[in-house]
Nanobody, 124 residues
Framework: QVQLVESGGGLVQAGGSLRLSCAASGLTFSNYGMGWFRQAPRKEREFVAAVTRFGISTLNRDSVKDRFTISRDNTKNTVYLQMNSLKPEDTAVYYC?????????????????WGQGTQVTVSS
């Protein structure tokens, strides 16, 4: 079955960096667009970034502009989220998701598979 396993979360001070990874199995990774979402306590899950199967990326400009980068390595069946200049408001559980479609997906219901999430905590 399809599995998405996130890793790389943790506790970091404001201004620091983390790189999240999401390893996919049970699917033909190169046929899937991938996305990152996050959910902070008492808030709805929100879109962070996505990359199409062709490597075209989209970011949530309002919240992560110029700080986060999404990339993928089809040889490793892995998608990454590089997070720089982290802020306390970036604290959330980060989820990766996969969708078998050509276009970029920025809504949760556009994704077919989800990981379990990894906690990112940014201290001030």
């Amino acid at each position: 079955q399809v599995q998405l396993v996130e890793s790389g979360g943790g506790l970091v001070q404001a201004g620091g960096s983390l790189r999240l990874s999401c390893a996919a199995s049970g699917l033909t990774f190169s046929n899937y667009g991938m996305g990152w979402f996050r959910q902070a306590p008492r808030k709805e899950r929100e879109f962070v970034a996505a990359v199409t199967r062709f490597g075209i990326s989209t970011l949530n400009r309002d919240s992560v502009k110029d700080r986060f980068t999404i990339s993928r390595d089809n040889t490793k069946n892995t998608v990454y989220l590089q997070m720089n200049s982290l802020k306390p408001e970036d604290t959330a559980v980060y989820y990766c998701a996969a969708r078998r479609a050509l276009q970029t997906g920025i809504h949760m219901d556009e994704y077919d598979y989800w990981g379990q999430g990894t906690q990112v905590t940014v201290s001030s």
